[in-house]
T-cell receptor
Framework: QKEVEQDPGPLSVPEGAIVSLNCTYS??????FMWYRQYSRKGPELLMY????GNKEDGRFTAQVDKSSKYISLFIRDSQPSDSATYLC??????????????FGKGTKLSVIP | DTGVSQDPRHKITKRGQNVTFRCDPI?????LYWYRQTLGQGPEFLTY????????KSRLLSDRFSAERPKGSFSTLEIQRTEQGDSAMYLC?????????????????FGPGTRLTVL
């Protein structure tokens, strides 16, 4: 079992739909939770991060973390064709060497159809 | 542009050749990471620098791989005697660590990556 599990999709939705993306994880030491967006052949772009449990909202995006269930979610409201990309969840905990290396899911490929 | 930059963006090489990639982090960032991403997978951690010190290496980083960050600024990743299995996107990320409470959010900012193809 991988430390972080994410359904790779693909996921196809009509423009304006609410999109729900999620990941589960097994390492209870994870404290930081992030969502990255990656366009084809580009580097990942940080969308949102959360420290510990709770919700965070930024415009059309809402990130949720439930540490008791080891489950994180990203919601996209009023989805747009420009949201079409691969969404990667990532999480980290401080290592003994002081690194906060990220552990990523496989990514979910999202297509928003006009 | 004040983001993370990587050079070259693409590299095609023959099996057995050596290659070197460069990463220029965001200027005030003291932490630098290298990751590798293969098709259909998320990035995987390779190594970590705090300033000029390489503090952590993944077991993915075989003896053929070496990374440096002289003077705590740019970093290089060298792969010796490349193999076809080394074909991947090599990503660099940087972040700013502060050494007081509360814990830093550890926002890592990624560069565009170097896509390596080994023939």
């Amino acid at each position: 079992q991988k430390e972080v599990e994410q359904d790779p999709g693909p996921l196809s939705v009509p423009e304006g739909a609410i999109v729900s993306l999620n990941c589960t994880y097994s390492n209870s030491a994870f404290q930081y939770f992030m969502w990255y967006r990656q366009y084809s052949r580009k580097g990942p772009e940080l969308l949102m991060y959360t420290y510990s449990s709770g919700n965070k909202e930024d415009g059309r995006f809402t990130a949720q973390v439930d540490k008791s269930s080891k489950y994180i979610s990203l919601f996209i409201r009023d989805s747009q064709p420009s949201d079409s990309a691969t969404y990667l969840c990532a999480m980290s905990a401080k290592s003994g060497a002081g690194s906060y290396q990220l552990t990523f899911g496989k990514g979910t490929k999202l297509s928003v159809i006009p | 542009d004040t983001g993370v930059s990587q050079d070259p963006r693409h590299k095609i090489t023959k099996r057995g050749q050596n290659v070197t990639f460069r990463c220029d982090p965001i200027s005030e960032h003291n932490r630098l990471y290298w990751y590798r991403q293969t098709l259909g997978q998320g990035p995987e951690f390779l190594t970590y620098f705090q300033n000029e010190a390489q503090l952590e290496k993944s077991r993915l980083l075989s003896d053929r791989f070496s990374a440096e960050r002289p003077k705590g600024s740019f970093s290089t990743l060298e792969i010796q005697r490349t193999e076809q299995g080394d074909s991947a996107m090599y990503l660099c990320a940087s972040s700013l660590a502060v050494f007081w409470e509360p814990p830093t959010p550890n926002e890592q900012f990624f560069g565009p990556g170097t896509r390596l193809t080994v023939l």
